[in-house]
């Protein structure tokens, strides 16, 4: 079991930056790849940003490339995410996840999830 929560959420200008947050318990946070995804209201929840457990690989939805950064520190079971130059299309529920196998892309491939965090980006 894994579980999860989200934290930095918050509001912010068109252009400020913001640091996400996942905390996870148990021991086995680095055999597990991690996500994050977002659903802006009315919207599906789409895929963000993914990590490799080990770190050496990431992945990134095209709308945020160059703009946002995955990282992790296994040794504080946590995964980051850094978001740069936001924009109003970018205010959604952030959520993490963690998963053992399969598509990094897909939501339905994660086992585990947190609750979210709302960032909220103003114009």
């Known amino acids: 079991q894994v579980q999860l929560v989200e934290s930095g959420g918050g509001l912010v200008q068109a252009g400020g930056s913001l640091r996400l947050s996942c905390a996870a318990s148990?021991?086995?946070?680095?055999?597990?790849?991690m996500g994050w995804f977002r659903q802006a209201p009315g919207k599906e929840r789409v895929f963000v940003a993914a990590i490799s457990w080990s770190g050496g690989s990431t992945y990134y939805t095209n709308s945020v490339k160059g703009r946002f950064t995955i990282s992790r520190d296994n040794a504080k079971n946590t995964v980051y995410l850094q978001m740069n130059s936001l924009k109003p299309e970018d205010t959604a529920v952030y959520s993490c996840a963690a998963k053992s196998r399969g598509n990094y892309y897909s939501d339905y491939a994660y086992d585990y999830w947190g609750q979210g965090t709302q960032v909220t980006v103003s114009s």
């Open positions: 148990g021991r086995t946070f680095s055999s597990y790849a």
